[in-house]
């Protein structure tokens, strides 16, 4: 593991409740893993379902994990970050409450302060979601 | 690769499309020489990047950084010339 749940905040502009994310367990230059247990608190569950919004929000917040750490030592750090736009997305289906989902997401370009992010939820072996986002990064 | 610039700009117009889910726009409706950001065909920053990975991705040319993209992102006509200058050193 690389950053630990109670280290995660240093990481992410996000606060509790909107930390969609608990650990960072891999990341090179352009491919970050993060994993994230859904607890009975999560504001996004609906019958006990996490509904997509939060998986599409949990591939932005691995992202900018993933990023944060990779160029920590950087003269450039991030500071904050927006959702430009998602792409191609697909969902096979939905984790439910008490499991744990991993995500990879990969940088498939960067261009300044611009990424486009390809991400894939999945619980155990099976893929979740599948999705390209557009993020920009401010510093 | 073809280079001729009539079928580049046919080409980026139809990518443009496809990569930004432009809808009820043809590429008919994108003038050569129009402005892509805010007036024109109305594109923000963020859809820069989409234009960076088009150049990239069909074309094999590289936008180093903004100074470079700010000039070559301006209208179809200036990606066309940009694309023609790279490929055809």
């Given at each position: 593991?690389?950053?630990?749940?109670?280290?995660?905040?240093?990481?992410?502009?996000?606060?509790?409740?909107?930390?969609?994310?608990?650990?960072?367990?891999?990341?090179?230059?352009?491919?970050?893993?993060?994993?994230?247990?859904?607890?009975?608190?999560?504001?996004?569950?609906?019958?006990?379902?996490?509904?997509?919004?939060?998986?599409?929000?949990?591939?932005?917040?691995?992202?900018?994990?993933?990023?944060?750490?990779?160029?920590?030592?950087?003269?450039?750090?991030?500071?904050?970050?927006?959702?430009?736009?998602?792409?191609?997305?697909?969902?096979?289906?939905?984790?439910?409450?008490?499991?744990?989902?991993?995500?990879?997401?990969?940088?498939?370009?960067?261009f300044?302060?611009?990424?486009?992010?390809?991400?894939?939820?999945?619980?155990?072996?099976?893929?979740?979601?599948?999705?390209?986002?557009?993020?920009?990064?401010?510093? | 690769?073809?280079?001729?610039?009539?079928?580049?700009?046919?080409?980026?117009?139809?990518?443009?499309?496809?990569?930004?889910?432009?809808?009820?726009?043809?590429?008919?409706?994108?003038?050569?020489?129009?402005?892509?950001?805010?007036?024109?065909?109305?594109?923000?920053?963020?859809?820069?990047l989409?234009l960076v990975v088009?150049?990239?991705?069909?074309?094999?040319?590289?936008i180093?950084?903004?100074?470079?993209?700010?000039?070559?992102?301006?209208?179809?006509?200036?990606?066309?010339?940009?694309?023609?200058?790279?490929?055809?050193?």
């Amino acid at each position: 593991m690389i950053i630990e749940k109670k280290h995660i905040g240093r990481y992410i502009p996000q606060r509790d409740p909107f930390i969609m994310v608990d650990e960072l367990i891999q990341a090179n230059d352009i491919r970050f893993v993060t994993k994230f247990y859904i607890d009975e608190k999560n504001l996004f569950l609906d019958h006990q379902e996490l509904r997509e919004f939060a998986l599409i929000e949990n591939i932005c917040q691995s992202s900018a994990a993933g990023l944060s750490y990779t160029r920590r030592n950087s003269h450039k750090r991030f500071k904050d970050g927006f959702l430009g736009g998602i792409k191609n997305l697909k969902l096979n289906c939905l984790p439910r409450m008490g499991e744990t989902i991993t995500t990879e997401v990969e940088i498939i370009h960067e261009f300044e302060n611009m990424f486009l992010i390809s991400g894939s939820v999945y619980q155990g072996e099976e893929l979740l979601l599948t999705c390209e986002v557009k993020l920009a990064a401010t510093y | 690769m073809n280079l001729d610039p009539e079928v580049l700009r046919r080409e980026i117009k139809e990518y443009i499309i496809e990569e930004l889910n432009l809808e009820d726009i043809t590429p008919d409706d994108i003038e050569n020489d129009a402005p892509l950001f805010v007036e024109g065909l109305g594109l923000d920053s963020i859809d820069a990047l989409e234009l960076v990975v088009i150049m990239e991705r069909y074309y094999g040319v590289k936008i180093p950084n903004e100074e470079v993209g700010r000039k070559v992102l301006q209208s179809i006509n200036t990606m066309v010339d940009y694309i023609i200058e790279e490929k055809g050193q």
